[in-house]
């Protein structure tokens, strides 16, 4: 291995010698015709005369010397979309409509797509109609708990007052009449005689609400009880008037003491009626509940309504259209792909220079596939996330890098990152030092008697308008970096030395230049 590589340096140290050797020809063959010979390749336009009898060209000079120059890694990568949807249905349905295409730009909240919704407007109508025939429920159960509620309390008390004029009646009779009894006795039979008509006009009220089945049948028993007791109120006031009346037998004494009792039952009973009312209260809970839930079934329904129009999740650019009017759509199945107008390119970085690599630094990203020219295309972008977990096949890292506004962007493109790692030191040149003529590079060295000399060089990476010379020059020489296209070999100069700021800040620590480069 060693042997090939060194003939295949003599080859080329052979074809450099040959070349000087023209060149020398080339000069000695002006000199002795005195002419001036002008030849122009590419930007530059070269002059080759007899040095005999040419002035001294005036060039500004520069010493070589040693630079800190920072080393890349590139990694390749995918420009992506920072934000991709794809707009795919919650239901199973027909699309009716759909109003982009790709590549139209879409704002956030568009409507992009409808889906056949019949059997959900059907069935939301159904929804609202059984939440008004429960809110009518709730409106009856509410009344009807009322009417019980205040007929057990009217109950109670006719059934109280009644109990009341017996336990007096008796009194009465036990102890004998009297003027002032018999007159109550008489008001009694009064009072009486009301409550009984009153009772009958309720009771027939009930019994005809009963009949159009308004009221159940426990509410018509409580009305008939009442007016029963009513009646045997007023028959037994008659009955006290008139034994008030003839005077107190011991038949009548017996009678007044069941009438109490008969009152007393009855009282029972119109509190036993009341338990109804706690019966009525929990229906109407129980329709109020049935209200709610079936306020909830149509919330329900016209969110499920409301899937049958998909919107743009966010404004952006429409980049895949899955489906077409017509197509049978499920959950799952995406309609359209949506990108917003934000990049960035996402590279896989070996695990060994993730170190060089933090959230916020400068990188530099080529998009090779843009039109223009190759700046155009490389621009600096910003790491904007560093995916913490690796590849453990690869053992690599994804870097996600946002990029500029660049015409011509779009996802999928290939691209490649570039980021500094180390620092060497390096021979550089100012860059109008270099020269190129028929695929040849030079440049021209000053020697002490101030004659330019062609220089072959083999140049390197080129940085802050420096060039790296890789091989060719050695530290301390000193090379002519203006009128260069005026100079040939052998020519004579005037030399102007100049200190480039570079060349005075080379002493910077090369860490310190590293990361000057990666933040821009």
């Not at 530059?44 to 920072?70: F, G």
Request: proline residues 4%.
């Amino acid at each position: 291995m060693v042997q090939p590589r060194f003939r295949n340096m003599m080859v080329v140290w052979a074809v450099l010698a040959l070349i000087v050797v023209i060149a020398a020809g080339a000069f000695y063959l002006g000199r002795r015709q005195g002419a001036v010979e002008e030849t122009t390749r590419g930007s530059h336009t070269y002059q080759i005369a007899s040095a005999a009898e040419q002035e001294p060209i005036p060039v500004e000079t520069e010493r070589v010397s040693l630079s800190n120059l920072p080393t890349y890694a590139e990694a390749t990568g995918t420009v992506k979309s920072r934000t991709r949807a794809d707009l795919s249905p919650k239901i199973v349905s027909t699309v009716r409509t759909i109003s982009v295409h790709e590549g139209d730009r879409v704002v956030q909240g568009q409507i992009l797509v409808t889906l056949d919704a019949s059997d959900l407007q059907a069935q939301t109508a159904q929804s609202e109609a059984a939440l008004r025939a429960a809110q009518y429920q709730v409106e009856a159960a509410r009344t009807l708990a009322q009417l019980q509620r205040s007929q057990s309390d009217v109950g109670i008390a006719q059934a109280q007052a009644a109990l009341e004029a017996a336990r007096q009646q008796l009194a009465i009779v036990r102890t004998g009449p009297r003027r002032q009894e018999r007159a109550q006795a008489r008001l009694q039979v009064a009072q009486a005689e009301a409550t009984f008509r009153n009772a009958e006009i309720e009771y027939q009220r009930m019994q005809r609400l009963y009949d159009q089945e308004v009221i159940p049948k426990q509410r018509l028993d409580a009305a008939r009880t009442q007016y029963e007791v009513a009646k045997a109120a007023y028959e037994a006031a008659k009955q006290q008037a008139e034994l008030v009346e003839e005077g107190s037998r011991i038949e009548e004494i017996r009678a007044a003491e069941e009438r109490v009792r008969s009152a007393e039952e009855a009282l029972r009973l119109a509190k036993a009626s009341a338990a109804q009312n706690e019966l009525r209260e929990q229906q109407a809970r129980a329709a109020a509940a049935e209200a709610r839930r079936a306020a909830a079934a149509l919330r329900l329904s016209r969110v499920t309504l409301g899937y049958s129009v998909l919107k743009a999740p966010f404004s952006g650019v429409v980049v895949a259209r899955h489906a077409d009017p017509g197509d049978l759509v499920a959950p799952g199945t995406p309609i359209l792909t949506i990108e917003d107008a934000v990049y960035r390119l996402e590279a896989d970085v070996p695990e060994t220079y993730m170190p060089h690599l933090s959230v916020g630094q400068r990188v530099e990203c080529t998009i090779d596939a843009l039109p223009g020219s190759a700046s155009a295309r490389s621009v600096t972008a910003v790491i904007s996330e560093i995916v913490p977990a690796g590849d453990a096949a690869s053992r690599t890292f994804t870097v996600k890098a946002d990029l500029p506004q660049m015409p011509g962007l779009k996802s999928g493109l290939f691209g490649r990152l570039r980021f500094p790692v180390d620092t060497k030191t390096s021979v550089t040149v100012p860059k109008s030092a270099v020269w190129e003529r028929g695929g040849v590079t030079g440049v021209f060295v000053i020697d002490g008697q101030n004659t330019a000399r062609v220089r072959l060089v083999k140049t390197g990476k080129t940085l802050d308008g420096r060039v790296e010379i890789v091989s060719g020059l050695s530290e301390g020489e000193t090379v002519a970096v203006t009128n260069v296209g005026k100079l040939s070999d052998a020519a004579k100069v005037k030399a102007l030395e100049r200190r480039s700021m570079l060349h005075r800040n080379r002493k910077l620590d090369s860490n310190q230049t590293a990361r000057r480069i990666a933040h821009g």
